[in-house]
């Protein structure tokens, strides 16, 4: 009896064991901290059959960049992580296209070769961060017509040279090269939809004009637009629309001076189809509300109100250049889902490109969803998924219909759910001090067709400083992290989504199935 007494005893002090471990195993990998406090659990009681609304594609729309070319397979690297795209923001410098000295156009251009670095009469513009790539232009465009369903151009340059007059480049000249790019270019890439002229017109690398500066170059753009509608026979919902350049900082204001320089614009043939502008650092809540501001605006100038909106740059943390990288890389992974979601609710007219999907690794890791070799061949298994390209994928994740759960703005974390196809997806962000999460999910007889308390499969995927994160695991391939993968047969249609330890900034998602 003593030996079989002494072999139980160490029996459970075994599993006692295990237990501790596991636990400190958790408290280590939160670096040694604790949740403590009242706000030490973040918690929410769900009931799926309370529904909401059908949940936005706020993973839809995607931003690229021509000033390190965004390479051609990224565009089904995306598709493939975050389902084909709503509206791709794609790019036309003039001056690449079409050479002032020559009057020659080469529509399929090499990207970021600096044929003007020794002419100082010419503009620098944005030239000086722009890096020369092996991609030729037509990779580009098709690539991402290819995976979205319309593409916005944004077409800019040459306008500072006409205005400083150092270079033989005229407003007929802008006219005319707009026209024929634009032309040819729709004919390459049909979903062409929308053409913003210029970008940031204001800012010290792009025109730096002012308004009335500027305004003469959207009146020659939308007279260019209205030709290349004409020439190609494009009318009613084929038409390309056109829209102005979204001003740099001071969002209201400088729009407000556009808004009146189109009121009193008397050609007959002005168009305004959508209004841009870019909300970099700035609180959640004022991006959230922007639509009603803007809408006040075009009334005070009796314009239409009831057009595309569309935040064409946007990211919650900007800082500068010099910042931690990788801090407001991990800032932008938490706040950006609560930055979509909320601009989607408070304002629905309102489409937003987050920036940017790849970019120059060495200035804008802080913003990009991919990073990767910058070459033609480029493979897809190249590519890896950063934190925040992460993040937005457990944004596509939501689908379907969205289930009410009790979250606020100003809250210190948020909890997404969404029922698509017999899956329930539920996603919670830490925006606090280390903190458990506990969600009760209740009525899942309502949402899973038959359901008599079968088995259910619930994969748990968590975002990081250690997990999907290759920033700070460099060998880590990249992508969202499964970290779980359990079965259960919840009673009487509830169970409890536990994660212990979730880092501050840190995300967690569950998606739950069916066993079949």
């Known amino acids: 009896m003593m030996e079989k007494k002494s072999g139980l ?10 237990v501790l471990v596991s636990y400190m195993s958790d408290d280590k990998a939160a670096n040694g901290r604790k949740p403590i406090g009242e706000n030490a659990v973040i918690t929410r009681t769900i009931d799926v059959s309370k529904n909401y609304r059908e949940f936005p594609k706020l993973a839809g729309y995607w931003n690229t960049s021509l000033q390190k070319a965004t390479i051609p397979v990224i565009a089904k690297v ?41 002419i100082q009469e010419k503009f620098r513009e944005s030239w000086n961060w722009e890096v020369e790539s092996p991609i030729h232009y037509y990779d580009y465009l098709r690539a991402f017509s290819t995976h979205s369903e319309e593409i916005l151009l944004n077409i800019r340059r040459y306008e500072r040279d006409i205005l400083d007059k150092k270079i033989p480049v005229s407003v007929h000249d802008y006219k005319m090269i707009i026209k024929e790019g634009l032309k040819h270019y729709k004919k390459l890439c049909p979903n062409i939809k929308y053409v913003q002229i210029g970008n940031e017109y204001n800012g010290e690398s792009f025109m730096k004009a002012t308004e009335n500066e500027y305004y003469p170059f959207y009146r020659i753009g939308y007279e260019a637009v209205n030709e290349v509608n004409d020439d190609l026979g494009l ?47 700035i609180p959640i809540p004022s991006t959230a509300n922007r639509e009603k501001e803007i809408k006040s605006l075009l009334k005070e100038n009796s314009l239409p109100e009831n057009i595309p909106f569309f935040i064409s740059e946007h990211q919650p943390y ?12 991990m800032l932008n992974a938490s706040h950006l889902p609560k930055s979509l979601y909320y601009t989607s609710l408070y304002s629905p007219q309102v489409n937003v490109f987050p920036w940017v999907l790849y970019h120059n690794q060495e200035i804008q890791t802080k913003f990009m969803y991919f990073s990767g070799p910058n070459e033609v061949e480029t ?9 925040l390209g992460c993040s937005v994928k457990f944004l596509s994740m939501l689908e379907g219909v969205e289930i009410e759960i009790n979250n606020s703005i100003d809250g210190n974390d948020l909890v997404l759910a969404a029922f698509n196809k017999n899956k329930l997806v539920v ?22 067709p038959n359901f008599q308390g079968e088995t259910l499969q619930i994969k748990k995927y968590l975002i990081d400083s250690a997990h999907s994160n290759c920033l700070t695991t460099p060998n880590y391939p990249g992508g969202i992290e499964q970290i779980e993968d359990l079965r259960i047969r919840p009673k009487k249609g509830k169970m409890e989504l536990r994660h212990l330890l979730l880092e501050k900034n840190g995300l967690v998602l569950w998606e739950i199935t069916k066993v079949k």
Not at 90 to 109: G, P, Q
Request: net charge positive.
């Open 9 to 18: 005893f160490y029996f459970f002090f075994f599993i006692i064991s295990v």
């Open 78 to 118: 995306a598709e493939d992580s975050f389902g084909k795209a709503k509206i791709v923001r794609c790019w036309l410098n003039l001056d690449e296209m079409w050479d002032y000295r020559t009057h020659k156009y080469n529509f399929n251009f090499q990207i970021g070769v600096d044929k003007y670095k020794d």
């Open 235 to 281: 009318k009613g919902n084929d038409r390309i629309l056109i829209g102005m350049s979204p001003p740099a900082g001071r969002t209201e204001e400088r729009l407000g001076r556009l808004f009146n320089l189109y009121k009193n614009d008397a050609s007959k043939t002005k168009r305004l189809d959508f209004i841009s502008w870019h909300e970099y650092g």
């Open 318 to 329: 900007h800082g500068s250049y010099k910042d931690n990288q990788l801090d407001h890389h």
């Open 379 to 387: 493979k897809e298994s190249e590519i890896k998924m950063l934190p």
């Open 427 to 448: 996603e919670a962000i830490n925006y606090d001090t280390v903190r458990n999460v506990n969600l009760s999910i209740g009525n899942l007889q309502k949402i899973f």
